[in-house]
T-cell receptor, first 109, second 117 residues
């Protein structure tokens, strides 16, 4: 599976959009981009995933560049409860997830 | 649905003791897996299973055994606990495309916090 690169930490003001970047320059054609988050020491929680098109659900939006080498997770109106570690994962055939270090997002009042 | 449940929530073992961490899911998921998470680190895959009777090793399998006799349950056994196995253990499950090309979100349990002294 392709490796991902994320900034180790980011801050965001409450109520503003949080834009979390992820580089996956070695992604191959059948690999999906997944985002999970882990709040404090709870189990990871699925947020969103995509292959090549931009995706949106009730939690977030996922923007994937045309060449698929990078993506951005957007939390449109961050709240204090969105403070968490966010993991960008590239997953190929099969179900195995390979977690990197993630981005620690701190939402501040 | 209860989702993915794990027991116990906390456990303290002495070096050399054995124990089984329990994981169960009620979503009829074929795929189940075990991860460990050390302080300040991401999750690392220990073992996984793509269906009853089928298991395979992940990234860090040494010191752990698994079996999958039913779709619902996927226990993780520590054979002889060592301080290096002090960690938080997460179980996860998801659907699985038999052809292996579809993708499905994974559901994680709340974790078992294990300390080995």
């Amino acid at each position: 599976d392709a490796k991902t690169t994320q900034p180790p930490s980011m801050d965001c003001a409450e109520g503003r959009a949080a834009n979390l970047p992820c580089n996956h320059s070695t992604i191959s054609g059948n690999e999906y981009v997944y985002w999970y988050r882990q709040i404090h020491s709870q189990g990871p929680q699925y947020i969103i995933h995509g292959l090549k098109n931009n995706e949106t659900n009730e939690m977030a939006s996922l923007i994937i560049t045309e060449d698929r080498k990078s993506s951005t997770l957007i939390l449109p109106h961050a709240t204090l409860r969105d403070t968490a570690v966010y993991y960008c994962i590239v997953q190929g055939a099969g179900n195995m997830l390979t977690f990197g270090g993630g981005t620690r997002l701190m939402v501040k009042p | 649905n209860a989702g993915v449940t794990q027991t116990p929530k906390f456990q303290v073992l002495k070096t050399g003791q054995s124990m089984t961490l329990q994981c169960a899911q009620d979503m009829n998921h074929e795929y189940m897996s075990w991860y460990r998470q050390d302080p300040g680190m991401g999750l690392r895959l220990i073992h996984y299973s793509v269906g009853a009777g089928i298991t395979d090793q992940g990234e860090v399998p040494n010191g752990y055994n698994v079996s999958r006799s039913t779709t619902e349950d996927f226990p993780l056994r520590l054979l002889s606990a060592a301080p290096s196995q002090t960690s938080v253990y997460f179980c996860a499950s998801s659907y699985r495309d038999p052809l292996g090309f579809s993708s499905y979100e994974q559901y994680f349990g709340p974790g078992t916090r294990l300390t080995v002294t």
